[in-house]
């Protein structure tokens, strides 16, 4: 833990920001008043001048030397309070990470930016009308991101825009996620809704959970109907949506077409399929049966000692296996997940993963940066796990990049998370004209995503505003099959408010 002194007043009023650049140097790090056994001091100021400028300094001293930074912004209006804040939030962020840099040596690729999703803010530019050169200098002076991770942001808004044209008016249609909280083990990384099937299984906890799945459907459905919705995409996930049997998929799929309104309109279904565990020719025939476009076979890595040490209990074989299973039997859209940094793993391990999907070539691959989140087995036990530098983890980032362009592949969506090893990003590629809709609604949070089933979160985007409501369906299956009329009734009255304004009416009056 690196213990980082402030003036008092700094960290009284800026502990999280401070704290959240200080992060992005030092694995774990407090801020802390003044105190003599600090690992670092730094002092801070700023000025609100009369012409609307700001004007922050930082002088970091430590070991004898002493590293400094000034940062001005000058501003058209006096702003809100609450604008004035967030400019002075910002420009203390600017002076702190430019001395942490001078005295680590490190260059922060994202700079400045946090909690904002880069190509969302890309997005909000550019609907504000600044072309691409205006965006590149807001993003380089206010926000001290690096030229290389600007042209990625536009590279992949300008791909997102080819996959969705009407993404700017995508608001009024809605897409769908559905959760099944099943897996046949639960990997040590993860911190989704996965429960074991065989013990659920036996509790009869599945049955009632699929019961349940299917009234939900149908619910959602019927309000989606009589309300005129269109379907943009729907996303089975989970857990892993394969781990039930092929003919309790079947029905749910039979549920699922005959409830949602014009199913022919939807553009993209997607069922992850991402143990390879639990693919089987039966389970692929009925995803066919349905037309479902686009599944995930997820390989996270091509070393058994891997896999064995994150909790996944299936081989890699297996993964290939499955893999042309269902290539062979006419699964012409598959995604694969990578994860760099998995723990033992070094650039040795992520160039044969490389190599193996280059045999495969699936129509995208999502290379995903090791995160530790707070509820996973993994950081529980972190001591544990072994794993890579930020140093190697940069470079196998940039091999996945490289390897991608060579083999055709395109970026298409990206998403930074805490926690993320070397402050990294996890970046979606797809071969040209295979990129995935939800995948790009979902990061840019563009339109209502309706969670239905376990551990779905609703989001609710206002179609004029973009203001963002949340709901979340419980958890654990047997809260669910508690609980999961009340969430109907909760979520209809969301949507309700949301897009019928008689029923907005009558909820004022
Ligand atoms: S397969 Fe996915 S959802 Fe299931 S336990 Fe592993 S990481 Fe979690």
């Known amino acids: 833990m690196k213990k980082i002194a402030v003036n008092k007043q700094f960290k009284e009023d800026w502990n999280r920001v401070l704290n959240h650049i200080a992060n992005l140097f030092y694995e774990d790090s ?76 490190m260059t922060q690729q994202w700079g400045i930016l946090t909690g904002v999703r880069p190509t969302k803010l890309y997005h909000n530019y550019r609907k504000q009308g600044l072309n691409d050169e205006e965006i590149f200098e807001v993003l380089k002076t206010d926000f001290r991101i690096s030229d290389s991770k600007i042209s990625l942001m536009r590279e992949i808004v300008k791909r997102q825009l080819q996959t969705i044209p009407d993404l700017d008016d995508i608001g009024k249609e809605i897409s769908i996620y559905i959760g099944v909280p099943f897996c046949p083990t639960k990997c040590a990384y993860c911190t989704f809704p996965a429960y074991a099937i065989q013990s659920n299984r036996k509790a009869g906890r599945v049955e009632s959970f699929i019961d349940g799945l299917h009234i939900e459907i149908r ?83 091509y070393t058994d000692e891997t896999l064995k040490a994150i909790g996944r209990h299936h081989t890699v074989q297996e993964t290939i296996d499955k893999f042309w299973l269902s290539r062979n039997s006419g699964m012409n859209n598959i995604n694969m997940d990578l994860i760099i940094g998995l723990p033992n793993e070094g650039i040795e391990e992520f160039q044969h993963s490389l190599d193996e999907s280059e045999k495969m070539q699936p129509e995208s691959l999502t290379v995903h940066t090791l995160s530790f989140k707070r509820a996973s087995e993994m ?57 995935s809709i939800y995948n790009i609604l979902i990061m840019e949070e563009v339109q209502t995503i309706l969670g239905i089933g376990c551990g779905a979160s609703t989001k609710f985007v206002n179609p004029e505003t973009g203001k963002i409501t949340q709901f979340h369906n419980p958890k654990d299956p047997a809260a669910y099959i508690m609980t999961f009329e009340d969430a109907i009734e909760k979520k209809i009255e969301m949507l309700n408010d949301l897009y019928l304004s008689d029923s907005k009416t009558a909820v004022q009056e």
């Not at 002088?59 to 400019?87: K, M, N, P």
């Open 379 to 435: 950081t529980h036990n972190k001591e544990k796990y072994k794993v890579a530098d930020r140093e190697t983890v940069t470079k196998m980032m940039e091999m996945a990049s490289e390897w991608t362009a060579k083999n055709g592949y395109v970026p298409y969506y990206l998403y930074r998370q805490k926690n993320i090893l070397g402050n990294l990003e996890n970046v979606g590629y797809s071969k040209p004209g295979e990129e």
């Open 30 to 105: 407090k801020i802390v008043v003044t105190a003599d056994d600090a690992d670092l001091s730094f002092y801070f100021d700023y000025t609100i001048n009369a012409d609307y400028s700001i004007h922050t300094e930082s002088r970091l001293e430590v070991d004898g030397q002493i590293f400094t930074s000034h940062y001005s912004i000058q501003y058209e209006t006096e702003g809100t309070e609450r604008e004035q804040a967030i400019r002075i939030k910002r420009a203390l962020s600017h002076v702190m990470l430019d001395v942490l840099e001078q005295y680590t040596g």
């Open 219 to 301: 619910e959602m459905g019927k309000w989606l109907k009589e309300n005129n919705m269109n379907i943009t995409s729907v996303y089975w996930g989970g857990g892993t949506p394969t781990s039930i049997e092929a003919d309790e998929m079947d029905a749910l799929y039979k549920t699922m077409f005959e409830s949602f309104p014009n199913p022919e309109n939807i553009r993209e279904i997607t069922v992850e399929a991402g143990r390879p565990d639990t693919i089987t020719p039966e389970k692929i025939e009925v995803l066919k049966k349905w037309g479902i476009d686009r599944i995930s076979v997820n390989p996270q890595s």
